[in-house]
C-alpha cells in the first residue's frame, strides 16, 4: 500500500465532510485506511487497483477540492508518476537470479 497526504481547500473542507470521504473511501476494496487531520487527507491504498486520479475525484464528488498551491500540485504529480511506475514494474518480468543474465530463447 502506498500512503498519500493530501490537503484539501475551500470552505467545504470542513472536518465532517472530510470524514464523511474518508468512510466512502475506506468501503473501497483498494484502500487500506483513510484518516482526516484537519484540512488534510491520509490514504494508503493498493496502486495496482486504484490510482490518485480516481481518489481525486471521489473526493471531488464529496465537494472536496485538492489544494491548488505549487507544493502540491507537484507533490500530487509526484505520487501520479509513482503510481504509473508501480503499475509498470508489477508487469515486468522478473529479474534474473546470481547476476547472470538471463538465456536466449531460440
Do not use: F
Not at 471531488?60 to 503499475?87: F, I, K, M, S, T
Amino acid at each position: 500500500l502506498l500512503k498519500r497526504r493530501l490537503k484539501m481547500t475551500g470552505p467545504s473542507a470542513t472536518a465532517e465532510r472530510i470524514g464523511s470521504a474518508c468512510r466512502q473511501l475506506e468501503k473501497l476494496d483498494a484502500v487500506g485506511r483513510c484518516r482526516a487531520r484537519g484540512h488534510v487527507v491520509e490514504l494508503a491504498y493498493d496502486p495496482l487497483a486504484i490510482d490518485l486520479q480516481r481518489l481525486l475525484e471521489i473526493l471531488g464528488e464529496n465537494g472536496l477540492q485538492p489544494h491548488h498551491g505549487l507544493l502540491q500540485r507537484c507533490r500530487r504529480a509526484w505520487y501520479q508518476y509513482q503510481d504509473e511506475a508501480v503499475r509498470e514494474n508489477a508487469g515486468a518480468p522478473p529479474p534474473a537470479c546470481c547476476n547472470k543474465p538471463p538465456r536466449r530463447q531460440g
